[in-house]
Each structure stands twice: as structure tokens, then as C-alpha cells.
């Protein structure tokens, strides 16, 4: 009987952890800008929340802060 308890618990450990994604990353969203600034909105009306709001805003500003600086040296 305790065995089967520690396999059931085991397994209920096991799938709890599964739900937990990891944050996509700066990287991640800088290659995607589009779902990248989806995110910041939902981060600004506060559907979305956490490490990704964090990221997403970065590569966000980022890749403004680029285009600002590619037209203000007019190519």
C-alpha cells in the first residue's frame, strides 16, 4: 500500500511541474516583435503578467531604440 501511495504521489509531483512553462526570452522576442508587443499590451492592461512582460517589453524598446537610431542617421 505504500508503495502505491509514493508512486501517486510521484506521478501528481511529476504532472504539477508540467503546467510551469518557462518565460520566453529576450531573444525569443526580438525575433518575434509582433507577439512581443501583443504581450506588452496584455502586460499594460494586466491580462499577462511575470517575467515575460519584463522581456518582451525589453526587446520591444530595444528594437524601437534601433529604428529611432537607423532614422536619425537617415538610412
Not at 499590451?41 to 499577462?48: F, M, Q
Not at 515575460?52 to 537617415?74: I, P, Q, S, T
Amino acid at each position: 500500500m505504500k508503495k502505491v501511495i509514493l508512486v501517486v504521489l510521484a506521478a501528481a509531483q511529476g504532472l504539477a511541474g508540467c503546467g510551469k512553462a518557462e518565460p520566453r526570452s529576450t531573444q525569443y522576442f526580438a525575433e518575434y516583435l509582433d507577439e512581443a508587443r501583443e504581450i506588452v499590451a496584455g502586460c499594460r492592461d494586466g491580462s499577462t503578467r511575470g517575467q515575460e512582460c519584463e522581456n518582451a517589453n525589453l526587446a520591444v524598446e530595444e528594437a524601437d531604440a534601433k529604428e529611432r537610431f537607423r532614422r536619425f542617421r537617415g538610412r
